[in-house]
């Protein structure tokens, strides 16, 4: 293939998204094979010498090639926040010319499938794609012996999910293996944020899948996702703030509100998978955080959130022993410092997020007002019982 004269990253990135252009890295020091799971490791042992670094690391050379078209198969969980993941990067491939299958997991009649992400899969077969329903552990069978150039992973958290698609995609000569792993498998760390090399819990169901992988595939990569927002999210993120918000009631939030996250709009964690399917020799070996390149505090989304609204709110603040609840059943996130770094999409894919919280969450408040969501009838019982703790009346009762 013919190469051009190479861009900077930024420029890349935008007609990449307008499907006229696609990048990989040309860094004289990316090696000619991937690298296992084992040799990353101990290539990172924690990434000290590049956190230490004075100033961010200057991103790879981006070369533009004229990309064969492939085919790619996106094996979708069929609940949870992830499913989106898998509907936004069959949008992107298939607008990029791609030929695009989207396993679905389970039963097409199920009720899940009422719901966004599935309900909107008419986007995908309109715009040429196909969509399948099935059981990934007779993954051959469910698309019909169909032949594939890409694999992804959007549904096994553990070894034995992932297990028969991967075994299935080396034996069917399928050339990349791509997985959906979490950034959550990271070790708390003094030095946030995370990025990639940093440890992880061993014990951790989505480090099984990589190490297999890595074993297995000359060309795979891992991918950790955060938090994330956009259209046809079915997991609640931003929809806790407005519910909230809308109906004037106090947004309790654990701890002192300044622990940091990171939430990304998914059409960022799209465009870096596939970047990573234009470019299969940057990307093989390698273990990308999909994430946006910006953190938010606890407290700044629930400002963010209540901007978006055209509201106020009222924020309280509470220590989750002291008033007798679990953080993670009253409060859509973390109660700690919990975000990393995209460092090697940027490095080596020349990715550039293009989340923009303060905007995306104006977008994501629209579709929330028009789902009617914030007159329906809710209990607040966990607020309640927090808020009563702190001695604080819900405004929404008060008198």
């Not at 990989?24 to 020091?29: F, I, K, V």
């Not at 992880?200 to 891992?222: D, L, M, P, R």
């Not at 390698?286 to 910006?294: E, H, L």
Request: proline share 5%; charged share 20%; hydrophobic share 40%.
């Amino acid at each position: 293939m013919a190469l051009s004269a190479a861009t900077t990253a930024a420029s890349t990135a935008t007609a990449f998204a307008s499907g006229r252009l696609s990048a990989s890295s040309s860094s004289p020091r990316r090696p000619s094979q991937s690298l296992s799971y084992s040799s990353f490791l101990s290539a990172f042992p924690r990434a000290v010498a590049s956190r230490r670094r004075a100033a961010p690391a200057a991103r790879a050379a981006v070369t533009v090639r004229a990309q064969a078209k492939k085919s790619v198969l996106i094996v979708n969980t069929n609940s949870g926040g992830h499913a989106v993941i898998g509907f936004y990067f069959a949008k992107e491939l298939l607008a990029a010319g791609h030929a695009v299958t989207v396993l679905t997991v389970g039963d097409e009649g199920s009720d899940k499938m009422k719901k966004p992400p599935f309900s909107r899969f008419s986007e995908l077969t309109s715009a040429g794609g196909k969509t399948v329903w099935g059981d990934p552990a007779a993954v051959g069978a469910a698309v019909s012996g169909a032949s594939f150039d890409v694999v992804l992973d959007n549904n096994g958290k553990d070894l034995d999910a992932v297990k028969p698609v991967a075994d299935w995609a080396k034996s069917a000569g399928v050339g990349q293996f791509l997985f959906i792993s979490s950034a959550g498998i990271y070790k708390p760390t003094n030095e946030p944020p995370h990025v990639e090399g940093d440890a992880v819990k061993e014990s951790a169901g989505h480090v099984g899948v990589e190490k297999y992988i890595a074993e297995q595939f000359s060309s795979w990569a891992s991918f950790r996702p955060q938090y994330m927002i956009g259209s046809g999210n079915n997991k609640d993120c931003e929809e806790w703030f407005f519910d909230r918000i809308v109906r004037k009631r106090p947004v309790p939030i654990p701890g002192n509100g300044m622990q940091l996250t990171n939430i990304a709009h998914v059409r960022d964690l799209s465009s870096m998978l596939a970047l990573a399917v234009e470019n299969p020799g940057a990307a093989a070996g390698k273990i990308f955080n999909c994430v946006s390149d910006r953190a938010v505090t606890l407290d700044g989304m629930a400002r963010l959130c209540a901007a978006a609204a055209g509201a106020d709110v009222e924020i309280v603040h509470y220590d989750p022993a002291a008033v007798g609840v679990e953080a993670k059943k009253a409060f859509p996130f973390r109660n700690m410092h919990f975000y990393s770094e995209p460092r090697a999409a940027k490095e080596v894919l020349g990715w550039t997020s293009t989340t923009n919280l303060p905007e995306d969450l104006k977008e994501r408040y629209a579709e929330y007002a028009s789902s009617g969501r914030g007159e329906k009838a809710m209990s607040f019982d966990l607020d309640d019982k927090i808020l009563a703790a702190v001695r604080k009346v819900p405004a929404s009762v008060s008198v």
